[in-house]
């Protein structure tokens, strides 16, 4: 399991369970893009743009935890 994270959010990731229908670096490549080391840029979007895109995963290979809760 990957993780990626801000002060305000947390993305997981989970090599074994994607699929590689692609959905998230086609749809968010400020976040999610492959040819980046690390491949997920947590810093690239809004944190409710990530969450939507994450939600997103057809595998449930994303995850996500808010970090923030007193927004
Ligand atoms: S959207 Fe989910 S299943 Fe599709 S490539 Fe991204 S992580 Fe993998």
């Given at each position: 399991m990957q993780e990626y994270k801000s002060d305000k959010l947390v993305v997981r990731y989970d090599p074994k369970i994607?699929?590689?229908?692609?959905n998230c670096v086609r749809e968010l490549p400020a976040v999610f893009?492959?040819?980046?080391?690390?491949?997920?840029?947590?810093?690239?979007?809004p944190t409710e743009e990530i969450v939507n895109q994450v939600k997103r995963c057809p595998s449930g290979a994303l995850s996500y935890e808010i970090l923030d809760k007193d927004r």
């Open positions: 994607c699929i590689h229908a692609g893009d492959i040819a980046k080391e690390p491949w997920i840029t947590i810093r690239g979007a």
